[in-house]
């Protein structure tokens, strides 16, 4: 497994000796997966939302806080369609920030939008998506949406509320949304990232590396809503234990304090490889 840091559109620039150190201590802790042969890419749109392609391609997009993103690059937040065509949409509960431009990207792409059962109905319900542009799962329950590519749905410790604009009134609804939701993502050659959306600490991070063990963890450490950096570096130093942690849900909110810069000193001492985004930037694996 091999993995390469690129320069996105708001990236920053590495030196090669850095990148070269960076790519060979990385190599030389992670197994190569079997199956597809491909290379995954993973860009960050800011906050929670990340678009993975897939070793075969295939595009996946999570938390997709755009248009109202502060971080998001412009090249996304002045075009949806700029994102490409949407081989499968994930949302983790139904926070603004988090289900963002889901519903508008399903309707451009054609694509079913998978999240919590309980979040879902209500966007049905309430008109925002037809039936047959949505999936309902629950917790410990998994999907197989595209060849090769399994997705289940883990606890995240978190709320969820839908706020809707009602078009009758012109005036802003608050219905609940069920349980927010995390989730482990296995690509075709078996690579395994752990999506943890909007969460506070929990003992069951345990059990979900010890059962999914993960190969990059996606976490939260901007503190206030959900884990602030020290928690976080608890819960991958003490629990988790990836080979791989990258930072997200922080810089993009002025309430939420956790820095990245924070997050690497708790995190000092440790062999867990940390792997910083900036906000357009694309990592490779």
Known sequence: MHIHLFKGSV?????AVLLMAFTSSVQAQAPVASGAQGKTEILWLGQSAFRIKSPNGKIILID???T????????????LAALGPIDLLLVSHAHVDH?????????????KLYGPADMVTPLVTLGVLPADLTHRFNKTGNVTPLPGI????????????????NPATDKLESHPAGEAMGYIIQLENGFKIWHMGDTG????MKFISEHYKPDLVLIPIGGNFTMAPDDAAYAIRTWVKPKMVTPM?????????????EFQEAMKGSSIKIIPMTEGETVQF
Do not use: M, Q, R
């Open 249 to 261: 849900h922080y810089n993009s909110n002025p309430i939420a304090k956790g820095t990245l810069a």
């Open 99 to 111: 289900l963002g431009d889901a519903p508008a990207i399903a309707k451009l792409n054609n694509t």
């Open 11 to 15: 990236g920053t620039v590495l030196s």
């Open 201 to 204: 600490l929990f003992g069951d």
């Open 150 to 165: 399994k997705v289940t749905a883990v606890k995240a410790e978190h709320s969820s509320l839908l706020v809707w604009k």
């Open 64 to 66: 997709p806080w755009i």
């Open 68 to 79: 109202g993103g502060p971080k998001a690059p412009p090249i996304y937040k002045n075009d």
